[in-house]
């Protein structure tokens, strides 16, 4: 730098015209111009920064307003929201009592089916049982196995409705009743009893030996063979040569005393009774005779469906023994009711019923569980 020349006179200062050249100078020097630039930077980065904290305050009131805009619409919904929560609880109050009441009523329901179920299995058990037991009775006393069968088939469909695995010991029991009454021997009740009612409508036809009519020949037994004629047993053959007028006549007349001696037969009778009584009834007697006959066959029907044996032989015996006695026995009638009488005592019905006390005592037990 070029340095002022010292000036003498201390006492004047120095001329105006002499600074212009010193501030030309001071331009000139190169630190001046940084401090004018920086100066001006400075300024410039004052006003730049002015302007952008201008501009920021507006964006931070912009924001203020949106911000208190959004804290009131906030509230706003905060109190909608609260209000809207009240109303939820309340609901939520009431829907808890609703279940609170909804489960009860469930648990009261749960109660009432399981005590109802629990009443419908007494109840069937209850029915099955008095139609076992009373099952059980007829095939004892009236040997009616079919009835067993019936009643042991419809308690196991009951309990397959219900299909519950505690009832499997009881259907067990069941089926093993079931298969000893399949195993016995069968025996037409129905066709004897049937049998027995034919005999009974045949009684009012059969000729006694008291009757005052004879018995047709046409109703006489085959075992009784009959007599040829006299002409047929002692004529001989015609001749071929004879003529066709003879040969009518004779044909004619061995009709007419064939006839006749057919009539002559029916006039006199000879027979042997054993029991000449029998030839003395009188037709009161007679008609008394064959009620008493029925009355019998009729208790007999009944010894066959109670299936007592006893009875029902001792009743066909006693019919037996009166159509013998009473009866012409010559006659078809009267032989075949007797060889129908003799088909029914051929029947067995003594036969060893079992009884049904395993599906008895299967249900009682089910029963008496707790």
Sequence with gaps: MNELPPSTDTSHPPPPAAASPRWADLLQLPLFKVTI?????????????HSRLGHLRAEMARSLQKSEATGNETVALARQVQEQTKELQVKVAALEGRQSEAQSQQLALEALYQDLSKNRDEWALAEIEQVLSTASQQLQLAGNVQGALIALQNADRSLSRNDKPQ???????????????????????????????????QLDTLPMLSDSE??????????????????????????AASSAIGA?????????????WDDVRQLIRVRRVDTPEALMLSPREAYFTRENLKLRLLNARLALLSRNEAAFRTDLETVQEALTKYFDTRARSTQAAQSMLRQLQGNNLAIDMPTLADSLDAVRTYKAKP
């Design 214 to 239: 004879p018995v047709a020949p046409s109703e006489l037994a085959q075992s009784a063979p009959r007599r040829p004629p006299a002409a047929a047993r002692g004529s001989a053959p015609p001749a």
């Design 37 to 49: 630039v920086l100066l001006l930077l400075l300024a410039a980065l004052a006003w730049s920064t």
């Design 248 to 260: 009518r006549l004779g044909a004619l007349w061995t009709g007419w005393t064939g006839e006749m």
């Design 167 to 201: 009832f499997i010991s009881i259907r067990r029991a069941i089926a093993r009743d079931t298969d000893k009454l399949k195993a016995l021997p069968g025996i037409d009740v129905a066709g004897l009893a049937l049998r027995i009612d034919n005999v009974i409508t």
